[in-house]
Every structure is written in structure tokens, then in C-alpha cells.
């Protein structure tokens, strides 16, 4: 039981990178109330990673915040450019190195990568985390100290600035506290893989080397000049650069200055030297992802080497898949045994990506593959009214329907087909949730022009969604949680349907009451 005094919180996350921010936003919203602490009393300011991929900018379009990124980011040309030195580059060689080109993304998706630095993209995660009445958060707060009880977690946080200690109790806790993770430690967790598989010092820098590169604008540049192999990367539109060199870790300032201007080839080049960080690249994945209610995300549960450019993006991908399923943990929509599926699903992405990231050829990777693990099996984009599939899904469970004559099921058929039948429901509230009873998952239902009809699954086990079926759909229903596929059937029109809705742990997904006749798992996907 939790100490009289101490405080309380559904869940805590340990540390407000991306893991620990995009799992504090899917909390929040979905109403779950978290306390986010950061050991830090400001985010970091070295910019790190320098791209959002496809996914991550999926992310942040359903939080709201893709217009905000793309203001930070630069317009660039997806490719590694290769050249002996950045004035070379009109000679250098395009290089594929798994981004999708504008082309490719209007395909796939919504949006595109983006050019950005995290220490642009944290603030604007932190800011709107902060907007949220659900989400409490603290920096210059540490976690010390981590203690299971039956209920859950006790963790004894401690003021950067007084050096008080304090006690909250938490049902459950994210540690996405980095590479060097002391909640992984304390607990014994022990990471496996090959470790040191790339060192080296990046500088951030300012100097005007757009107007070097000119039209030859890319996101890296691999410079092969001689005496300095390394690489310049844009943090966004400005002047700010980073310098990845692997020489040793003593160079002086003259001496940095000296081989940025030998690697953009302008030998006059006003520089302005900002911080170097030296830094040591491993491919390690921890044993296991979670015991006793603590669950490691982010670079807590994995290191990959900068090859490829995914830290970043893995972490806020592992933050987003862990706080909804956690998030529906806490709201009762789904057994704890949810809670498995995070590195169920999520490890084989990181283990092929970690693999990636320790193969010397691994930067230079085809955009089909790459494209294939970054989005993974969410739900696919089709442009509908004006938005996409992705625009329609919300917390809690979105419904789209496919016409059942056109055997199709493709998105665009589905929707244009629900909308083609104008159901007979037009409120904004479907039967299950009038009165206020049974409350389960809001379920959206993905119609054309972006009106929206929702209704409610109770909870528990077998959730109910009669009504809903027997008045509005004719066809297959597929229903999508997290972006992703988690129940499909085929339902005529019928007085009353109900189904297992959700319980990944035992798929197959649809069952329940529905006649045998009417239902049928189908193997393409929306
Ligand atoms: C020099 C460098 C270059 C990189 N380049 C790239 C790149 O090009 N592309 C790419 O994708 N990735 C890159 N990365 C990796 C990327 O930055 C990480 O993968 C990403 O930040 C991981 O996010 P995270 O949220 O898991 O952890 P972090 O961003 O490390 O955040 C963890 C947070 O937890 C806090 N914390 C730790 N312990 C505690 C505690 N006890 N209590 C409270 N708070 C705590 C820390 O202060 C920190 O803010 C680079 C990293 C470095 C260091």
C-alpha cells in the first residue's frame, strides 16, 4: 500500500526526451493523468538528431503540432549527398539512404520527413504537454529511488534546486531516462549487443553553408575529403551546423575550425564554434523491456549507432506505443495484459533497426525497406474529403467500413461507400452512450467529408457495440486502435452484434456473438 503522505499519480515517466514526452502526450491525450520529472531544470540544447521520419511526422500531425515542425525544419532534397567537400557539391553523388522523396510520402502519407533538430522538436512536445490539465510536469526533479509494492511503483524523486526528497506512489512507470538508464540498472537489466561500434565528436557550428551548398540542399553530406572524412549536417533552415568527425576527442578550437573549413572547401568561412560532445555508439536492445510495472523505452531499452538516423525516431515511436496502451490500461478499456504487447511489437522493429545501425553499409538503405519499418502496419493513407485515414483516428477505437458489393477494401472505397449510404444515425452520439451507462473506448467511425458519428463500446471482456452495427453499417468493420488493425469482421444489417473487441494478447481478434455467417476475418488490410 502507498504510504498515507506519499503522493499518487496513475503513471510516472522518468525523463522528458522524446520517449518520455510522446508517452506523457498519449497519456494525456487520452485524460490519463501522468507526472513527467526531468532530472534537467532546462531541455537539452545540443541538437542531436536532426530528422523526424515519416512515422514521427504522423505523430505530430495527430497531436497537432506538424505545422509547428515543419516552420523548424529546412526543405531539402531527401538523398546523402557525397561530395569531397560541401563547394564540390554540384559534382556529388546522391546517395539512398531510406527517406522517401516528396513523391513517395504523398503516396504513403499525410505529411513528410522533416528536417529538424531535437532540441527544436522537444520544446514544442514539452510545450503542448504542458497545455494538457492531465499532464504534471517537473524539471530539476531526479528519480532516486524505485521500490515495488503490490499496488505498484514508489519512487522517491528528489529537487535539483532544495535537494528534497519526496515519495509519489504510481501504478505504473516509464523510464525513458537515456542510454545510460539507472532504472535499467536498478533493476538489473542488462543490455545485449555489441557496444563502442562508432566514436566520435560532433560540433555544433554556425556558418552560412546553405549558401554553399546553393541548390544542393540535403539533410547529410558525407564529406570525403582526405584529411577530414566526416559529415555536415543542417539543424533546420538557419546557419546552425553540426561537424561529425572521428578524430580523436583533444582537437582544439583552432584546429575544429581549421577542418570545418577544409570539409565545406572555403577557406575564409566564418565559423562560430558551439559545443562538442563526444560520443560513443553501441547496438544494444536490454534483455527484457519491463518488470513489475516499470516498462524502459527510448534509448533506455535500446542503443543504435547515429547510422540510418533513427534514436530519435524509435524513442518517440516506443513513447507513443506505450502511453495509449497504457492509457487504456489505466481507463479500463483493455486487461493489463496489453501491456505485453509493447515489446512483443515493438523489439522486432528495434532489433532490425539496431542491425541496420551496426552494419558499416548500413546509411545507405532503399526507401521501400526503410519506409516498410518506419510506418510499420498502421492503418494506410487515403485522402478522403480532405483528410486522410490517419486525420480520422482518434483516442479509443476508429471504425471504417468498406462497401460490402465492391469487395474492395481499399480506405477510399470504405469511406466513400459509408458515405454513399448516408447511415441512418446522424447524431454525434451513437445509441451505446446514451445515459451515460457502460461507458468503454469512444469509437469514431471514419466517414467522408470528416463528419464524425461516435458511439461507445462498454468495457470488459466483451465489448458491446450493438446498435451501432445494427444501425448504421453494412459490411466489413474494421476497427483501429493506435493507428493500427486490432479487430475486423463482416456484419450485415442485424438487430443486435456483439464482439470481443479488443484483446491482442489472444488473436485472433473477432469473435463473439455475431452469426458465424456474418463474420470473417479478412486478410487484407485497410
Ligand atoms: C551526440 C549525439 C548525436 C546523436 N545523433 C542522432 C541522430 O543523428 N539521429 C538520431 O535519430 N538520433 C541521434 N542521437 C540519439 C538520440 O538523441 C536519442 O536516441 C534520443 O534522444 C533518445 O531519446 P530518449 O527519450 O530515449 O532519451 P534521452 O533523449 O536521452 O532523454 C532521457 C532524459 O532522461 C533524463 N533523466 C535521466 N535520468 C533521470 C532521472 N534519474 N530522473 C529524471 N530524469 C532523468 C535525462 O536528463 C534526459 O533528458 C544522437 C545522440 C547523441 C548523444
Known amino acids: 500500500m502507498p504510504s498515507p503522505d506519499s503522493q499518487e499519480t496513475p503513471v510516472l515517466v522518468v525523463g522528458a526526451g522524446p520517449a518520455g514526452l510522446a508517452a506523457a502526450i498519449e497519456l494525456a491525450r487520452h485524460d490519463v493523468p501522468s507526472l513527467l520529472?526531468?532530472?534537467?531544470?532546462?531541455?537539452?540544447?545540443?541538437?542531436?538528431?536532426?530528422?523526424l521520419s515519416l512515422r514521427s511526422m504522423e505523430l505530430v500531425r495527430a497531436w497537432g503540432l506538424e505545422a509547428d515542425m515543419r516552420a523548424r525544419s529546412a526543405d531539402v532534397?531527401?538523398?546523402?549527398?557525397?561530395?569531397?567537400?560541401?563547394?564540390?557539391?554540384?559534382?556529388?553523388?546522391?546517395?539512398?539512404?531510406?527517406?522517401?522523396?516528396?513523391?513517395?510520402?504523398?503516396?504513403?502519407?499525410?505529411?513528410?520527413?522533416?528536417?529538424?533538430?531535437?532540441?527544436?522538436?522537444?520544446p514544442l512536445l514539452l510545450e503542448h504537454l504542458r497545455a494538457s490539465p492531465h499532464a504534471r510536469v517537473e524539471l530539476g526533479t531526479q528519480l532516486t529511488g524505485l521500490f515495488a509494492d503490490p499496488d505498484g511503483v514508489r519512487a522517491d524523486l528528489r529537487d535539483a534546486g532544495t535537494g528534497a526528497v519526496r515519495t509519489v506512489h504510481a501504478r505504473y512507470v516509464v523510464a525513458a531516462?537515456?542510454?545510460?538508464?539507472?532504472?535499467?540498472?536498478?533493476?538489473?537489466?542488462?543490455?545485449?549487443?555489441?557496444?563502442?561500434?562508432?566514436?566520435?565528436?560532433?560540433?555544433?557550428?554556425?556558418?552560412?553553408?546553405?549558401?554553399?551548398?546553393?541548390?544542393?540542399?540535403?539533410?547529410?553530406?558525407?564529406?570525403?575529403?582526405?584529411?577530414?572524412?566526416?559529415?555536415?549536417?543542417?539543424?533546420?533552415?538557419?546557419?546552425?551546423?553540426?561537424?561529425?568527425?572521428?578524430?580523436?576527442?583533444?582537437?582544439?578550437?583552432?584546429r575544429t575550425i581549421e577542418l570545418i573549413r577544409l570539409a565545406a572547401g572555403v577557406p575564409d568561412l566564418?565559423?562560430?564554434?558551439?559545443?562538442?560532445?563526444?560520443f560513443s555508439a553501441g547496438a544494444q536492445l536490454a534483455e527484457r523491456w519491463s518488470l513489475a510495472g516499470v516498462f524502459l523505452a527510448g534509448d533506455a531499452a535500446h542503443r543504435v549507432?547515429?547510422?540510418?538516423?533513427?534514436?530519435?525516431?524509435?524513442?518517440?515511436?516506443?513513447?507513443?506505443?506505450?502511453?495509449?496502451?497504457?492509457?487504456?490500461?489505466?481507463?479500463?478499456?483493455?486487461?493489463?495484459?496489453?501491456?505485453?504487447?509493447?515489446?512483443?511489437?515493438?523489439?522486432?522493429?528495434?532489433e532490425y533497426t539496431a542491425a541496420r545501425s551496426a552494419d558499416p553499409g548500413g546509411s545507405i538503405r532503399p526507401v521501400e525497406t526503410e519506409v516498410s519499418v518506419d510506418i510499420g502496419a498502421r492503418i494506410a493513407h487515403a485522402w478522403e474529403g480532405g483528410r486522410s485515414t490517419l486525420d480520422l483516428l482518434e483516442p479509443g477505437l476508429t471504425l471504417f467500413t468498406a462497401r460490402e458489393e465492391s469487395g474492395s477494401l481499399s480506405a477510399t472505397a470504405g469511406l466513400?461507400?459509408?458515405?454513399?449510404?448516408?447511415?441512418?444515425?446522424?447524431?454525434?452520439?451513437?445509441?451505446?452512450?446514451?445515459?451515460?451507462?457502460?461507458?468503454?473506448?469512444?469509437?469514431?467511425?471514419?466517414?467522408?467529408?470528416?463528419?464524425?458519428?461516435?458511439?461507445?463500446?462498454?468495457?470488459?471482456?466483451?465489448?458491446?457495440?450493438?446498435?451501432m452495427i445494427a444501425r448504421l453499417l453494412i459490411g466489413p468493420l474494421a476497427f483501429y486502435a493506435g493507428g493500427y488493425r486490432i479487430w475486423l469482421l463482416r456484419a450485415a444489417r442485424t438487430a443486435h452484434a456483439e464482439a470481443t473487441v479488443y484483446d491482442r494478447t489472444t488473436m485472433p481478434l473477432s469473435s463473439g456473438v455475431v452469426p458465424a455467417s456474418r463474420k470473417r476475418a479478412v486478410g487484407a488490410s485497410l
Request: glycine fraction near 12%.
Open 270 to 278: 566564418p565559423v562560430r564554434l558551439g559545443r562538442s560532445r563526444w
Open 177 to 254: 531516462d537515456g542510454a545510460r538508464s539507472a532504472v535499467r540498472s536498478a533493476l538489473g537489466i542488462r543490455m545485449i549487443g555489441p557496444d563502442r561500434l562508432m566514436e566520435g565528436m560532433t560540433t555544433l557550428f554556425h556558418a552560412p553553408l546553405w549558401d554553399v551548398a546553393g541548390e544542393h540542399r540535403h539533410p547529410i553530406y558525407s564529406i570525403t575529403h582526405p584529411e577530414v572524412p566526416s559529415v555536415l549536417i543542417p539543424t533546420g533552415p538557419s546557419d546552425r551546423w553540426l561537424f561529425g568527425g572521428f578524430d580523436d576527442a583533444a582537437r582544439d578550437e583552432a
Open 77 to 122: 532534397d531527401w538523398h546523402m549527398l557525397e561530395a569531397e567537400t560541401l563547394a564540390d557539391a554540384a559534382a556529388g553523388s546522391p546517395l539512398t539512404v531510406g527517406y522517401p522523396n516528396p513523391e513517395q510520402s504523398r503516396m504513403l502519407s499525410p505529411t513528410a520527413p522533416a528536417c529538424i533538430a531535437q532540441d527544436d522538436v522537444e
Open 416 to 467: 466513400a461507400g459509408h458515405a454513399a449510404r448516408r447511415p441512418a444515425a446522424r447524431s454525434r452520439h451513437g445509441p451505446c452512450d446514451r445515459g451515460g451507462r457502460g461507458l468503454g473506448p469512444p469509437c469514431q467511425i471514419g466517414r467522408h467529408a470528416g463528419r464524425t458519428v461516435a458511439g461507445r463500446l462498454q468495457p470488459g471482456p466483451r465489448a458491446v457495440c450493438r446498435g
Open 37 to 51: 520529472v526531468e532530472r534537467r531544470p532546462e531541455l537539452s540544447s545540443h541538437p542531436r538528431a536532426t530528422v
Open 305 to 350: 549507432t547515429p547510422r540510418g538516423g533513427t534514436g530519435l525516431n524509435l524513442a518517440l515511436h516506443d513513447g507513443y506505443d506505450l502511453g495509449w496502451k497504457l492509457a487504456w490500461v489505466m481507463r479500463g478499456w483493455a486487461p493489463p495484459a496489453l501491456l505485453d504487447s509493447y515489446e512483443t511489437e515493438r523489439r522486432p522493429v528495434v
